[in-house]
């Protein structure tokens, strides 16, 4: 799996838009782009993934370059219940090869 | 909304007692997972298991761990002889097929003492 780069901390003001970056230049065309956050030690939650193109659901956004070196996750209008840390994980899609590879992630703290 | 059930929310165990974690993944879901995060560490991938039969593990997941579905609800994790070091946060993990999104269960929080 490739390796991703998050910065370690971030702030952001409730209401205003959070975007997150995600290095991961080395990824290969069949890894996944997935987001994960944990809040304070709970179970990982599942935010979105991608391939290529950029999505959408009702938590936020994904945004990958044309390049698919880098990626940004959108939480488009942050409150104080989305402070967690927030995990870029590339995941290959071959068959037995269905872990998750957390790394340390950004720590999003959302200011009142 | 479905999820995954995970139970005791913490256990404490004595060095050397052989414990077992359960859970209950979501019920169409096919693959699942545990994980474990040691405190004030990375969440790390212990073992996958599709099909009944374990389809990944890490290195974590030695002879003393094993992994189970003993009928159509269940899976377990089975840590033989505990050591201190298996204190951690234990998360089991399920997913409808691969490369879609896991649901993660709350948690059992394991205290070797």
Known sequence: DAKTTQPTSMDCAEGRAANLPCNHSTISGNEYVYWYRQIHSQGPQYIIHGLKNNETNEMASLIITEDRKSSTLILPHATLRDTAVYYCIAVISNFGNEKLTFGTGTRLTIIP | ?113
């Open chain 2, 1 to 113: 909304e479905p999820e995954v059930t995970q139970t005791p929310s913490h256990q404490v165990t004595q060095m050397g007692q052989e414990v077992i974690l359960r859970c209950v993944p979501i019920s169409n879901h096919l693959y699942f997972y545990w994980y474990r995060q040691i405190l004030g560490q990375k969440v790390e991938f212990l073992v996958s298991f599709y099909n009944n039969e374990i389809s990944e593990k890490s290195e974590i997941f030695d002879d003393q761990f094993s992994v189970e579905r003993p009928d159509g609800s269940n899976f377990t994790l089975k840590i033989r002889s505990t050591k201190l070091e298996d204190s951690a946060m234990y998360f089991c993990a399920s997913s409808v097929r691969r490369n879609t999104e896991a649901f993660f269960g709350q948690g059992t929080r394991l205290t070797v003492v």
